[in-house]
Nanobody, 124 residues
């Protein structure tokens, strides 16, 4: 089973930026980021295909967040700009381990591996 380890979370003021990283212990296919705020359900944030050619974003983060990956390092990144207090959540990295190299999905059930999460707190 592939292990995923997130890093880069922290406390920032609104309007600032953070970059999250997720290192995988093995090969992955598509990768995604999800988040869960206190008392809320987990929600999709962004996803990227293995090739990097296809990306998908939640409407709430479009234009502010960018997902990217480095397959040589088995790592996916989430660059988060113009952060808002409503972005406060635990951010989880997820990966699919099979399927098309050009596929992305926003459905959590389609992911095979999950990280432990990293806390992002945005103060107003």
């Amino acid at each position: 089973q592939v292990q995923l380890v997130e890093s880069g979370g922290g406390l920032v003021q609104a309007g600032n930026s953070l970059r999250l990283s997720c290192a995988a212990s093995g090969r992955t296919v598509s990768m995604g980021w999800f988040r869960q705020a206190p008392g809320e359900e987990r929600e999709f944030v962004a996803a990227i295909s293995w090739s990097g050619s296809y990306t998908n974003y939640a409407d709430s983060v479009k234009g502010r967040f960018t997902i990217s990956r480095d397959n040589d390092k088995n790592t996916v990144y989430l660059q988060m700009n113009s952060l808002k207090p409503e972005d406060t959540a635990v951010y989880y990295c997820a990966a699919t381990l099979r399927g098309s190299y050009y596929y992305t999905t926003n459905r959590g059930l389609e992911y095979d591996a999950w990280g432990q999460g990293t806390q992002v707190t945005v103060s107003s």
